[in-house]
């Protein structure tokens, strides 16, 4: 196990850590998770998160001289990667995804032997004040980011939110032939927004309980487990998690490369934690013709990706409020493994939990993901990080 603080670019840093599993790389500036690497069966040590072409490397977009090709948002600037977004997205408010976080402490936790950061971030905005705390967490002998977040209103009215977390994937690990899975039922496509210049290929407003049959804009249905060849759209999807459920997921599988990048949140919560009720999906497969994702406006799109992640609702909805002096705690983990038996590649029937971890079955054929989905080892690391 390794933590270390290293600088990136100008006026940039990260912190750097890793076990014998993986590599992981966050960003102070917005909070990104750049890189979370595994080895491969192949032997290559693979990110498999995504860092797009048009990604800046100044401090702040409104220094850059190109400003103008991001629509002056510090969010596009320095998009990709796995990060949180709290209290919605937005570019008119100070957010977690747009502003500079304070690294406070950093270290070794002596019950598992893992490695965590502690880092901070303040708004003091008017109708906008809050707070929030959130460790990174890693164990020994699990390819698993582990993570806990504090949202504390420290305004005099409510604070009106919906917090999100995403994981944007592209080349070389999102491909054709990927596949894409979740525990979610009630899934539906919502359109872009008035900002965005894109085309959807799903029929926004029907609700369908099948990922692998979704309403098409044009009239029939189409798979929206596969990662198909370029389509020219750009789509959101909702998927609703049951209220049974002990944990929310979702899976991307590389059937060539047999690797898997899971996201996991918690359902059993304590009085002072709050769950995630949705996953979602943005499906880009050379959709967006908006800069930065185009050289300009209506251009050809040079982004092919994938996001996955959890949120609270569609965009524009504010489906979570905390009262003055409230606070409340989100947990969700990413995993990212590799797996032996080629036949898991053609995707999984079953998810189960075991001793250790997560089990996924397809028929005879099964593969095994180390990981505490009871989330009790970052509860009781945040329990006495937060206090201190």
């Known amino acids: 196990m390794d933590i270390r603080r290293l600088p990136l670019w100008e006026g940039r840093n990260v912190t750097y850590m890793t076990n014998d599993q993986s590599t992981v790389v966050i960003e102070d500036n917005c909070e990104v998770m ?18 797009p072409y048009f990604r800046g490397f100044g401090t702040s977009v409104l220094e850059d001289p190109n400003a103008e090709w991001y629509d002056n948002k510090q969010t596009l600037y320095q998009a990709g990667g796995s990060y949180f977004t709290f209290p919605y997205s937005s570019e008119t408010i100070t957010t977690s995804n747009n502003a500079y976080w304070l690294m406070r402490r ?19 905005e008017e109708d906008n004040r809050y707070v929030l705390d ?19 209103n ?15 994937f592209s080349c070389p690990f999102i491909a054709s032939g990927c596949l894409i899975d979740s525990n979610a039922r009630h899934y539906a496509a919502y359109m872009k ?7 959807n290929r799903f029929l926004s407003g029907p609700i369908s309980d099948d990922l692998r049959r979704v309403p098409l804009a044009r009239g029939g249905f189409a798979d929206a487990s596969v990662v198909p060849p370029p389509t020219g759209t750009y789509d959101y999807l909702l998927g609703k998690i049951p209220e049974n459920a002990p944990f929310g997921w979702t899976t991307v599988i590389n059937p060539r490369m047999q690797m898997v990048y899971l996201t996991m949140t918690p359902r059993n919560v304590e009085a002072d934690e709050v769950a995630f009720p949705n996953v979602n999906f943005v499906e880009n497969y050379l959709g967006r013709m908006d800069s930065p994702w185009s050289f300009w406006d209506g251009g050809t799109s040079q982004v092919f990706s994938l996001t996955s992640g959890f949120n609270f609702g569609p965009k524009g909805t504010r489906n ?28 999984f029937y079953t ?11 397809r028929t005879k054929s099964t593969m095994n993901i180390r990981i505490d989905t009871s989330f009790d080892k970052i509860r009781e690391l945040r329990k006495r990080v937060f206090a201190d």
């Open 193 to 199: 927004t008035l900002r965005e210049v894109a085309n």
């Open 351 to 361: 998810l189960d939990t075991t001793a250790d971890g997560v089990q996924m079955k």
């Open 134 to 152: 959130k460790i990174d967490f890693m164990i020994p002998g699990e390819n698993v980011v582990y993570t806990a977040i504090r949202m504390t």
């Open 154 to 168: 420290t305004g005099d009215t409510d604070l009106l939110c919906s917090p999100s977390t995403n994981s944007m």
């Open 106 to 124: 950093y270290g070794t936790e002596e019950n598992w032997g893992g490695v965590w950061r502690y880092s901070t971030m303040k708004s003091r």
């Open 320 to 347: 979570l409020t905390l009262a003055p002096g409230e606070y409340k705690v989100l947990y969700y983990a990413n995993a990212f493994s590799s797996f032996e038996n080629p036949r898991m590649g053609l995707g």
């Open 34 to 51: 750049l890189e979370f690497s595994t080895r491969c069966p192949a032997g290559g040590l693979l990110n498999g998160l995504s860092l």
